[in-house]
């Protein structure tokens, strides 16, 4: 690839995904809310970017303020509420839905090559919402992701457009700001408080950053055969062995305590978290290990406290 547009750029993702395609001497268009927004990170990447400020429920205005081109990759990552209380929200969540549609319009008038898109392993939940018992308003977030995958591929097609689908699952690494499972732990810790949780029993799986935009680097880079790959580690275990893990890590095991909250009854299947696809399409292979990644964003929140 030489030419991108990210939207979301500031964001947690959206900022790593910059510095991995900069890092392959990719030139990238940045695309941020509006001029308030701290692009201080941004810019210190270098002079192969251009930053570009568009208010989501404005997308279209992105083919008025970006000249066509040979786009390689549009990555659209730009969603509203995608942590906090939001999630819960399906007006804001169907909003994002059609902006991911108006998304596919303008890439296909920029002369993009091919959309990709930010989805959740939690789309497999709400495929059988129907089927539970219990539902969580928070479901509404995954609801909306998988109706929002479903409209894309629809669109894609009517404007001819490749695109592809990238699930994500349980995310961490510096400069995440969303609560993930690993930054509230580690913060806990950090000072010297007790990390509760349920039995934590579920198959989890938990990827550093950087390997996950590795990963949606080479699916832009790559010739793709499918729409939709999961991105993950590879490597399943027992939620209650990777929070072990980091109170070992943070010296601290003993503020770890499993099974203090009841059970959120959240279950995953191994078959969700297959990153063969993605193997098989890009050659793929995570390169930070748990402790690692770990290690690092503790190293990261130590500064922030």
């Given at each position: 690839m030489k030419?991108?547009?990210?939207?979301?750029?500031?964001?947690?993702?959206?900022?790593?995904?910059?510095?991995?395609?900069?890092?392959?001497?990719?030139?990238?268009?940045?695309?941020?809310?509006?001029?308030?927004?701290?692009?201080?990170?941004?810019?210190e990447l270098g002079n192969n970017i251009q930053i570009v400020c568009c208010e989501l429920s404005q997308i279209e205005d992105l083919t008025n303020l970006i000249a066509e081109g040979d786009y390689?990759?549009?990555?659209?990552?730009?969603?509203?509420?995608?942590?906090?209380?939001?999630?819960?929200?399906?007006?804001?969540?169907?909003?994002?839905?059609?902006?991911?549609?108006?998304?596919?319009?303008?890439?296909?008038?920029?002369?993009?090559k091919k959309i990709l898109f930010a989805g959740t392993v939690t789309e497999k939940i709400a495929e059988n919402i129907l089927n539970l018992s219990g539902k969580a308003v928070n479901n509404i977030y995954g609801i909306c992701k998988h109706s929002t995958h479903c409209l894309v591929d629809v669109e894609c097609q009517k404007y001819g457009i490749d695109y592809v689908w990238m699930q994500f699952s349980n995310l961490y690494g510096p400069y995440s700001i969303n609560g993930n499972i690993v930054g509230y732990t580690i913060k806990e810790l950090l000072n010297n408080n007790v990390a509760s949780f349920g039995p934590a029993q579920q198959i989890y799986d938990l990827l550093y950053i950087e390997d996950l935009?590795?990963?949606?680097?080479?699916?832009?880079?790559?010739?793709?055969?499918?729409?939709?790959?999961?991105?993950?580690?590879?490597?399943?275990?027992?939620?209650?062995?990777?929070?072990?893990?980091?109170?070992?890590?943070?010296?601290?095991?003993?503020?770890i305590k499993i099974g203090a909250r009841p059970d959120d009854g959240t279950r995953y299947e191994n078959s969700w978290f297959d990153i063969s696809l993605l193997i098989e399409d890009t050659g793929y292979e995570a390169r930070?290990?748990?402790?690692?990644?770990?290690?690092r964003t503790i190293e990261w929140m130590k500064t922030t406290m």
């Amino acid at each position: 690839m030489k030419k991108v547009i990210v939207t979301g750029a500031n964001g947690f993702v959206g900022y790593w995904l910059v510095r991995e395609l900069v890092n392959n001497n990719v030139q990238v268009i940045a695309v941020v809310r509006n001029e308030q927004t701290n692009v201080s990170k941004l810019k210190e990447l270098g002079n192969n970017i251009q930053i570009v400020c568009c208010e989501l429920s404005q997308i279209e205005d992105l083919t008025n303020l970006i000249a066509e081109g040979d786009y390689d990759a549009f990555y659209h990552l730009a969603w509203m509420s995608a942590g906090g209380t939001g999630r819960a929200d399906y007006s804001i969540q169907l909003m994002n839905a059609k902006y991911s549609c108006d998304a596919v319009k303008v890439a296909s008038k920029l002369g993009c090559k091919k959309i990709l898109f930010a989805g959740t392993v939690t789309e497999k939940i709400a495929e059988n919402i129907l089927n539970l018992s219990g539902k969580a308003v928070n479901n509404i977030y995954g609801i909306c992701k998988h109706s929002t995958h479903c409209l894309v591929d629809v669109e894609c097609q009517k404007y001819g457009i490749d695109y592809v689908w990238m699930q994500f699952s349980n995310l961490y690494g510096p400069y995440s700001i969303n609560g993930n499972i690993v930054g509230y732990t580690i913060k806990e810790l950090l000072n010297n408080n007790v990390a509760s949780f349920g039995p934590a029993q579920q198959i989890y799986d938990l990827l550093y950053i950087e390997d996950l935009v590795y990963a949606a680097y080479l699916l832009g880079e790559k010739a793709t055969r499918h729409h939709t790959y999961y991105l993950g580690s590879g490597k399943l275990r027992i939620l209650a062995d990777y929070l072990k893990e980091i109170g070992n890590i943070c010296g601290k095991p003993e503020l770890i305590k499993i099974g203090a909250r009841p059970d959120d009854g959240t279950r995953y299947e191994n078959s969700w978290f297959d990153i063969s696809l993605l193997i098989e399409d890009t050659g793929y292979e995570a390169r930070v290990s748990f402790e690692d990644g770990v290690k690092r964003t503790i190293e990261w929140m130590k500064t922030t406290m």
